[in-house]
């Protein structure tokens, strides 16, 4: 089930996303400086999320709709899914949000990496000269010669950023076959167990205000990735990321009216150093799919 690309619908779809994506690491910061253990907001970020699906889809009549094929693609991406989030959680929980936010905008320069290595794509110098250029912001946001961040903030902030590259990949590809309810349903149904399986020695009882908050984690975090996915159905990821650094603008506003915390001079100038990195990249991407579009359909006329 091959859909047309609806490059600005994806745009605005990506926006949400990282609107939501935002508040979600708020909420998860909160929650784990407020005492509760990073296992269980793992659990209670996927097991909301099964309920919520399944009775929306019972009540339109659509759960034929998560009907698949692919169960081994859906593990495989709730396996790397779930790793992600100890990463990303893990980040955002020891570092000021602002940072933990912009680390994860180096995802694009691991996607460049991981083109070069893996699938041997031939990367010009203006992709290498960015990549540069961003993991050089990331050494201004580390400040070595100055008051440094956590260095396993910073380590588990940049694993984040690698895994997510892959997972870019990885929700494209589901999302020629499958639905984006069918497939944050599938991350939530196997994500689910792989957290409960710590469950028992992390739960701790908690107060009215953490369980409010660990039930919005799952709601929002549900429809972050559902909106996530179906921006990834409509768009290409190199061009639909580019809205991902929007999410700097909620964090940096988030900081400062949960926590009374604005970035550090050594984030507003190494931020932008990423930011500048993650678009010469999704810009020099985006011109190299159009010149290789006409190449690719003509190889794909035949098949048809």
């Known amino acids: 089930m091959n859909l047309p690309d609806r490059p600005f619908f994806a745009l605005g779809l990506r926006v949400i996303s990282a609107f939501l994506f935002a508040t979600l690491l708020m909420l ?3 929650a784990g400086e407020s005492g509760v253990a990073l296992p269980e907001i793992m659990f209670w970020r996927q097991a909301v999320s099964v309920p919520l699906i399944l009775g929306y889809l019972a009540l339109t009549g659509g759960l034929a709709r998560l009907r698949t094929n692919r169960l081994g693609s859906h593990a ?39 083109a070069a290595l893996v699938w041997r794509e031939r990367i010009g110098r203006y992709r290498w ?35 997510i590259a892959v997972i870019n990949y990885q929700i494209r590809d589901l999302g020629r076959t ?8 599938y991350f939530a149904a196997f994500g689910t167990p792989m957290a409960a399986i710590a469950l028992p020695f992390f739960m701790t009882p908690h107060t009215g205000e953490q369980w409010l908050v660990l039930i919005a984690i799952g709601v929002i975090g549900s429809a972050a990735q559902l909106i996530l996915a179906a921006s990834l159905r409509f768009g290409a990821v190199v061009s639909v990321i580019v809205m991902d650094y929007t999410a700097l603008i909620w964090a940096t506003l988030y900081g400062w009216l ?20 993650g678009i010469v990249i999704a810009l020099r991407e985006h011109r190299l799919g159009r010149k290789r579009a006409p190449k690719e359909d003509a190889l794909a006329e035949p098949r048809a």
């Open 28 to 30: 998860v910061k909160y």
């Open 129 to 163: 000269v960015a990549v540069a250029l961003g993991f050089l912001g990331v050494l201004v946001i580390a400040q070595p010669g100055g008051e440094p961040m956590p260095m396993l903030g910073l380590v588990l902030g940049l694993l984040a950023a690698f895994f």
């Open 258 to 277: 949960v926590w009374e915390q604005l970035p550090p001079a050594a984030t507003w100038l190494g931020a932008p150093l990423i930011v500048a990195a």
């Open 76 to 114: 495989r991406r709730a396996t790397l899914g779930m790793t992600n989030m100890v990463f990303n959680f893990g980040a955002t929980i020891l570092l000021p949000l602002a940072e933990a936010t912009v680390l994860g905008f180096t995802a694009p320069l691991f996607a460049v990496v991981l």
């Open 178 to 185: 499958e639905e984006p309810l069918a497939i944050a349903f």
